[in-house]
């Protein structure tokens, strides 16, 4: 198989059962006290890019692993005792940009949120910018948001969160308006030719 084959045959994989997300995590830490140096407590916040995969197929793992590096492992979350047991490979190469540039032709469901996570990479580790890295991890968590979809006939949903591209297909608890309430009372029938 090619390599642009791999890559769109990984990128299908993505787009069914795959994630792409900035995580944040915070963490308090206590300092002791050293020398002049007070103990003191203090918060630390960790944002990081994830991109991973979940899936109830062993195979589908070792190949993963096999061809793209990073790791695999059991999940251990709660499910019914009927289901099948599920793994979660997780890519953990330091090229996760070449990586989503070599995928990204192929993306149709997760284009977006490769998109957003490109823009994140491209900021660089050593670049102190916490309010822009705060902004794409809020974005990609609306892109992933889980939920209802919206099908609407309006090009622009009105949203006061900041992110009206993404209400085109996502609910939005703070989305202003939508269909039904654009259209009035009537409600809108499917049209036969």
């Known amino acids: 198989m090619s390599d642009k084959a791999v890559y769109a045959y990984?990128?299908?994989?993505?787009?069914?059962?795959?994630?792409?997300?900035?995580?944040?995590?915070e963490y308090v830490a206590n300092r002791k006290a050293e020398g002049n140096r007070p103990a003191?407590?203090?918060?630390?916040?960790?944002?990081?890019?994830?991109?991973?995969?979940?899936n109830?197929?062993?195979?589908?793992?070792?190949?993963?692993?096999?061809?793209?590096?990073?790791?695999?492992?059991?999940?251990t979350g709660?499910?019914?005792?009927?289901?099948?047991?599920?793994?979660?490979?997780?890519?953990?190469?330091?090229?996760?940009?070449?990586f989503l540039l070599a995928i990204l032709p192929y993306l149709i469901i997760k284009r977006e949120q490769a998109l957003v996570a490109l823009e994140y990479i491209r900021l660089g580790r050593d670049v102190r910018c916490p309010e822009k890295r705060q902004a794409l991890y809020e974005k990609i968590v609306a892109l992933n948001q889980r939920g209802k979809l919206v099908e609407t006939n309006t090009q622009d949903a009105i949203c006061k969160c900041g992110h009206p591209e993404l209400h085109l297909t996502f609910?939005?608890?703070?989305?202003?308006?939508?269909?039904?309430?654009?259209?009035?009372?009537?409600?809108?029938?499917?049209?036969?030719?």
Do not use: Q
């Open 40 to 54: 003191r407590r203090y918060k630390t916040v960790g944002i990081s890019l994830k991109i991973s995969v979940k």
């Open 171 to 193: 609910v939005c608890p703070k989305i202003a308006m939508i269909e039904s309430v654009l259209t009035g009372d009537s409600e809108s029938a499917p049209t036969v030719t």
């Open 78 to 98: 709660k499910k019914p005792e009927n289901w099948k047991d599920s793994y979660v490979w997780h890519y953990a190469a330091e090229s996760k940009e070449d």
């Open 10 to 25: 990984f990128a299908g994989i993505m787009d069914g059962e795959g994630t792409i997300t900035i995580c944040r995590s």
């Open 56 to 75: 109830t197929d062993m195979r589908l793992m070792k190949w993963l692993k096999s061809r793209f590096g990073g790791e695999y492992y059991l999940d």
